[in-house]
C-alpha cells in the first residue's frame, strides 16, 4: 500500500499532514482543525492532457488503500461522458473487485488500527503480543480480499486489469469459485469479527448527522445508485456540483465541504448503514441486530462494529456473484472517444468518492475534478472532536491525546498518520 | 533449513520508492534457485504474509534518515527493531517497520532478517530514480548476495 513514500518533512506538497491542533479555553474546545493531505489536487493536475483510458491507472495511484474506488469513480464517470454502459457480468464483477478492497481495507482498520484504541493499546504490534489469534484472523480475513483483488485487479495493490468498458482480461468460471471456499471462511470470521467488536466500551456520544451515501432501487451501494441523504437529499451525480460547495471557514485554512444552504455532512460506513440497512443481506442484518446496532447509528465511535457488519455483507456479495457468474465473451465493450462531459460517485470504503472529466473529441482530458471522502468528512470530524471531548477536556494530555485520535479513527480518515497523529498540538492557553 | 527469501519493497511510480524492486528484478538469475525474491509494493500486510514461514529474509527498501542520497544501511532486524522514523512513512500506517515488528510480536520472524535500506533522494510521484540512487542499485544487489552468502555459510559453521 503506498504512501509511505511520503515524508512530512520531505515533500513540499504535503502540508501538515495529519496535523490536528485543539484549542481549549477555561475547559472548553473552542477549535479542533484537522489538517490532511489531499494528493487529488496534484493528480487533477497531472490527468490535464491526458487519454481519457490512462484515468483508471492514474488515479488508483492516489491512495494505496482503495485504488478501487479510485478506478470505478473514473471509469463510471468517463463512460458516462462516453455514452457507455457496462452491465451484466462485467458490472458484477466490478463490485466483487470492489468487495475485495472493502474486506481489505475495512479489515486494516478495524484490527490494525482502530481496536487498539478500544483495547488500550498503543499499536496493533502491543495488541498482538496479548491477542495472537485474534490478530491472525484479522490478517486471514484481510488476505482473502486481497486475494479477489489480485485475482481481479492483476494485482493485490493498485490493481491494473481495470478500463473504461470493463476490463483488459476476466477470469473463468472455475479460477474463481477456488475462492468460494475461503470466502466463506472470511464470512465467518467477519461475523465474528462483528461479535468481537460489539463487546468493546463505547463512549456515549451521538448527535444528529446529515448522513450522505449512494441508493440504489436493490443493492448495498457500490458503484451504483442516487445520492441521498438523511434529510431528504436525492440527486443524480450531475448535480453533486449543485448541492455542495467547498467553502473557507474562519478557523481553517482548508476548503471544507457542505451541502448548499445546510452545513456539513458525514459519508461512510455510518452513512451508508443508516441509508441503506434494508439493502443488506440477511447475515448482514441479523449479525448488526445481534451486536445491539439499530437500523441506523448515530454514534461515530460505534462505526467500528458498522465496518464489521459491512465485511459481512461484502464477503456475502462476492459469494452471490461467484455462485452466478458465467465468464463473458468479451472483457470490456467498445468504447469511443468523443466529446462529453461525465460524473460519477461511487462508495470507498471511507465514504462516497466524486469525479467529473471533461474530455475533448478525441477523448483527451480537458479537465477533471476529484472529491474524495475524507475531505469530505473533515468538518465533521472536527465538529465531533469540539462537541465529543467537553467532557474530556481535563484529562491529561496523553489521554486527550488518545481520544483525538481514537475520534479522527472513527472515520478511517486516509490521511498518512492514522495510527499516530505526528503533529498534535493542545493549546490549553 | 527453511526457505531463505528476499524481498523488495517499493513503488515503481515514485522516483527513489523503485530501488527496492529494481535490486529485486537484477537479482533474477543470480541467486541459487532454491531462495525466492519477491517484489512488494509496500503493504505491511503482504511483507508480513511473505516473512511467514522463511527461516531467513533479507528486505531492501528504500529509506530517509538523512544520509546521502545512495548510501546503504544495513539493519539486523532480527536482533532489534527498526528504527523509528527510518523507512518511509506510509498514508495508512501499516509498511514495513509494522511487518516486520508484527512477525515479531507474533512469533513469525525469520530467525534471520536483515533490512538493506538505500537512501533516496526523491519520491515524486511520477519522477524517475535520481542518479545517485540509480548508481546505488548494483552495489545493493552485491550487498543482498553477500547477505545470502552469509546465510549459506554461518560465521559459526
Redesign the interface.
Known sequence: MVRKVIKVDNLARVEGEGALTVTIRDGEVKSAELRIFEPPRFFEAFLRGRAFGEAPDITARICGICPVAYQMSSVHAIERALGVEVGGELRELRRLLYCGEWIESHTLHIYMLHAPDFLGYESAIAMARDHAAIVQRGLALKKVGNELMSLLGGREIHPINVRVGGFYKVPDRARLREMIEPLKRARDMALETVKWVAGFDFPDRSRDYEFVSLRHPEEYPLNAGQIVSSRGLAIDAADYETHFEEVHVPHSTALQARIRGRGTYLLGPMARYSLNFDRLPAVARDAALAAGLGRTCINPYRSIVVRAVEVVFACEEALRIIEGYERPDAPAVPVAPRAGVGWAATEAPRGMLWHRYRLDEDGTILESRIVPPTSQNQASIEEDLTLYLKDWVNLPDDMLRHRCEQTVRNYDPCISCATHFLDLRIDRG | MAATIVIGVG?R???D?AVGLEVARRLGGRVPAEIAVVEQ??????I??ALAGAGAAVIVDAA?SGAPPGSINRWDAAARPLPAGM??????????A?AV??A????SLPARCTVLAVEAGR????EAMSPAVAAAIEPAVQAVLAELALIREPADA
Open positions: 513503488s511510480s515514485q522516483g520508492d509494493d509496500g503493504d505491511g500486510g503482504g508480513f504474509e530517509l523507512l518511509r512513512v506510509s498514508t495508512h500506517a501499516f509498511g514495513l509494522e515488528e508484527l515479531r510480536a507474533l512469533g519520491f515524486g510521484i511520477g
